[in-house]
């Protein structure tokens, strides 16, 4: 009988309402007086409970699904369920934020220089300036596509260089890789990891890491897990910064991304690998730590 009632009150709109109701068979001052009929507790709860989970969700910046959601709602103290916080939201549109879609192409041919994969999925490292990693994403402007080179220490994951320009070149990474062994001026070895792409396989990069001492690793063919950490900070530049976003200059995207890693990346934003600190602040406790030795 309610779903009657509901399929009224829908159609209404359209139909007038004792016609509707003679077609379902239903008397009209029943509808009234299911119109006026108060809520149920349930639907007040879940209607007080939408709030929450709303101010979560906006307090997010719009990137938290039902899982996050769960997980401050329960902080707060309040008794909801998982499945109820995920229908709730449903029913409001309100959504995590994912990935870019991969761009349709076909993706074969084999890279004129490839090393060999010396990394091997070993992510954790003992000390700095020992295995970095690099990769190369994009970024939409109304000026066009700006392509940025990032250098990850996978010993704090901070990223130790980086550079944007509007085409992806050989020099692109270069320039982010040359920024890395300027700050750090490694005193050994280091391992230099990325993908079979064009950029890390030309000759001036192969050039490049025989002049700086440096090791080239790369990635097994169309295997992104072999590079996750750099995948990783892509996906959080992403998710927490120009999600939805399309920057009206190159220049307007540059200077976000610049904040996004000196200003907020490297110095403040907690990281989980590094217990919850800094990568900056990671790495000032462990030199801090061998000085005490």
């Not at 064009?198 to 090791?215: H, R, T």
């Not at 063919?221 to 950490?229: S, W």
Request: charged letters at 25%.
């Amino acid at each position: 009988m309610r779903l009657k009632y509901a399929f009224i009150n829908q159609l209404s709109v359209d139909y007038p309402v004792r016609r509707l109701c003679l077609t379902l068979k239903v008397h009209a001052s029943g509808y009234y007086a299911w119109l006026a009929e108060p809520k149920s507790a349930r639907a007040l709860d879940d209607q007080r409970l939408l709030g929450l989970i709303k101010h979560s969700w906006l307090e997010s910046g719009c990137v938290y699904g039902y899982r996050k959601v769960y997980d401050d709602l329960r902080e707060l103290g309040e008794p909801c369920g998982r499945n109820r916080i995920a229908r709730l939201m449903r029913q409001q549109g309100l959504r995590s934020q994912a990935g870019y879609r991969r761009r349709p192409g076909r993706y074969g041919g084999k890279p004129p220089i490839a090393s060999p994969n010396h990394l091997e999925r070993r992510f954790n490292v003992t000390e700095p300036n020992k295995v970095w990693v690099t990769d190369i994403t994009y970024i939409r402007t109304y000026e066009g596509w700006l392509f940025l080179a990032v250098v990850l220490d996978l010993f704090s994951r901070q990223v130790i260089g980086w550079s944007m320009k509007p085409q992806m070149t050989s020099d692109l990474a270069i320039d982010a890789l040359l920024m890395a062994v300027w700050r750090r001026k490694p005193k050994q070895e280091v391992m230099i990891h990325s993908d079979q792409g064009s950029q890390f396989s030309s000759g001036d990069w192969q050039s490049f890491l025989k002049a700086n001492n440096m090791l080239g690793s790369m990635s097994r063919r169309g295997n992104c897990h072999d590079n996750a950490v750099a995948e990783s900070f892509f996906q959080l530049l992403k998710r927490e910064r120009i999600k939805r976003k399309i920057y009206s200059t190159r220049q307007n995207a540059r200077a976000d991304v610049f904040d996004y890693i000196e200003m907020f990346y490297n110095p403040k934003r907690r990281h989980g690998f590094n217990n919850q600190l800094s990568p900056v602040e990671f790495e000032k406790r462990y030199f801090q730590s061998l000085e005490s030795v």
